[in-house]
């Protein structure tokens, strides 16, 4: 009897929405210039593992500063997004996620993390001034990787983290001036100890389905410190972890065969996909015993949290 180990079954939800194109893309792979191979950040970083656990596809940047020109920066008061992935290396100081403009009053637009000594700290969406800046209280933790995207749409500024709005905040109007954009650097203070990945910037204000879409879209597989997971858009819920035997299928629980399947995938603890189909039933005959996971997409905008059976 083959022995087959699955991690963890998740439910991806699609949405229908018209998708924004960013005016500057960053994914680091391998290279500090963007896709259109046009403008580079400059500075020292080393190329790690991304979030899927591919070899150099992400940048880790330890108490240096990375900056690059961007001419077509949102300013002003203008509308704009930013989406970043982020895994902290370290939490115990602050990490200073991105940011751009003067540090004069509502003339800057950054993210940071400030440093704590447990599972909790403050996000702050810097604006320079008390009165401009929105900070919100999140959990955090090390060796995990989180997507923050950071909306404003010319009155109202919006946190969002894996999806999910966390804050948002009516403030003064923004005078966001320069260009240069910086990662690891406020000013003159340096702090940061993490690794980044795909950064997204646009001149217009997702809606909340445009983010949840971009999260879901860029989730897919991720490792954390080692671990696989199967994560999906943000109010999709994690099924249990189960260990099964399984003989020649895997079948999906009647309350996900009621659900219409899109494709159900099969990958491999090092992130490969090794099985794919459309059908609530997936023939794992051909696979030699070892630990996967399992992905299910779908067209409904609903949630489910099912442990997975097979026989």
């Known amino acids: ?7 963890t079954v998740m439910l991806v939800f699609s949405f229908q929405v018209n998708a924004q194109t960013a005016i500057q893309e960053f994914n680091f792979n391998g290279t500090l210039s963007n896709t259109k191979k046009d403008i580079s950040f400059s500075g020292t970083a080393k190329f790690v593992k991304d979030r899927t656990g591919t ?12 900056e690059a020109t961007i001419s077509n920066l949102p300013l002003s008061n203008s509308a704009r997004t930013v989406s970043i992935w982020i895994k902290y290396n370290d ?29 909790k700290s403050d996000l702050n969406l810097a604006c320079w001034g008390p009165t401009n800046d929105v900070i919100v209280t999140t959990t955090i933790a090390s060796g995990t990787w989180y997507n923050y995207t950071v909306t404003y749409d010319g009155l109202t500024s919006k946190i969002y983290r894996n999806g999910e709005l966390i804050k948002s905040s009516i403030s003064p109007r923004k005078l966001t001036s320069a260009v240069v954009f910086g990662i690891g650097r406020m000013g003159s203070a340096v702090s940061m100890n993490a690794d980044i990945d795909d950064l ?12 949840a879409s971009i999260y879901e879209n860029d989730s897919k597989l991720i490792v954390n410190d080692g671990v696989a997971m199967v994560t999906g858009a943000a109010n999709a819920k994690k099924g249990s972890v189960k260990k099964v035997t399984a003989k020649t299928n895997v079948v999906l629980p009647a309350s996900l065969e009621t659900i219409n399947v899109k494709v159900s995938e099969i990958y491999s603890s090092e992130g490969l ?39």
Do not use: C
Not at 200 to 211: H, M, N
């Open 1 to 7: 009897m083959k022995k087959i180990t699955l991690l």
């Open 55 to 66: 070899a150099n596809n992400a940048i880790r940047v330890t108490n240096t500063v990375l």
């Open 91 to 119: 939490v115990s100081a602050a990490n200073y996620i991105w940011g751009y403009g003067s540090l004069t009053n509502a003339q800057y637009f950054g993210l940071l993390q400030q440093s704590t000594t447990d599972s």
């Open 200 to 211: 997204k910037i646009y001149d217009v204000a997702l809606s909340p389905q445009e983010v």
């Open 273 to 311: 996909k090794v099985l794919s189909g459309d059908k609530s039933k997936i023939d794992i005959a051909t696979l030699p015993e070892g630990t996967y996971l399992l992905k299910v997409s779908n067209l409904q905008h609903s949630t489910a949290d099912n442990k997975l059976t097979a026989n």
